[in-house]
């Protein structure tokens, strides 16, 4: 039974706030940087105001050339969020997935730091690569959505064999509520 995590609807909506403010400056720096200049413009003033004997300022010149910068931006958000939004972690039987490139076996994973999951919203995987050094993998709840039951299925499966981590606050309270 494998469990999975997709990329989180907090990422892909923060994806795609970016790329409308960035289409949103564009439309306006461009209605300002080369339709002002019309008569019938409603920013006509600001064409007056800001080109002199038909040498644009700094102000104007940097309305022409913004559009195209974040145009750009938004492009190549949209390619990043097109990339990133099948992204999914993926725990199996006998390894975590994450993404469709690294696989963790959980023979190699050392230890498992869910202090700051509760507060915080992540943990920590300590595993050893396949050169046998040890590394760190944070994993967020704002990166993926249906964290809590990789954690839990992590931990279920590597209980017996590696240390886990726990919340000393959650000890203490357990303890607390005890007496």
Same mark, same amino acid.
């Given at each position: 039974m494998a469990i999975e995590a997709p990329y989180s609807k907090y990422s892909k909506t923060n994806f795609k706030?970016?790329?409308?403010?960035?289409?949103?400056?564009?439309i306006i720096f461009a209605y300002d940087g080369y339709l002002s200049k019309y008569e019938w413009?409603?920013?006509?003033? +600001?064409?007056? @105001?800001?080109?002199?004997?038909?040498v644009p300022d700094s102000d104007?010149? +940097?309305?022409? @050339?913004?559009?195209f910068v974040l145009g750009a931006l938004s492009v190549g958000l949209l390619a990043f969020f097109l990339v990133r939004k099948n992204k999914k972690l993926t725990a199996c039987e006998n390894e975590l997935i994450i993404g469709a490139s690294q696989k963790i076996p959980y023979d190699s994973i050392q230890k498992?730091?869910?202090?700051?999951?509760s507060s915080k919203g992540y943990f920590t995987v300590t595993y050893k690569n396949k050169t046998g050094r040890?590394?760190?993998?944070k994993l967020s709840a704002r990166k993926y959505d249906n964290l809590a039951a990789i954690?839990?299925?992590?931990?279920?499966?590597?209980?017996?064999?590696?240390?886990v981590t726990r919340d000393p606050r959650d000890e203490r309270r357990?303890?607390?509520?005890?007496?």
């Open positions: 706030i970016a790329i409308v403010v960035c289409i949103v400056g564009a413009s409603l920013r006509h003033s +600001f064409y007056k @105001k800001h080109v002199k004997e038909g104007m010149v +940097f309305n022409q @050339k913004a559009p498992i730091d869910k202090t700051y999951f040890g590394v760190n993998r954690l839990d299925h992590l931990v279920a499966k590597i209980s017996n064999s590696s240390p357990a303890t607390s509520d005890g007496i």
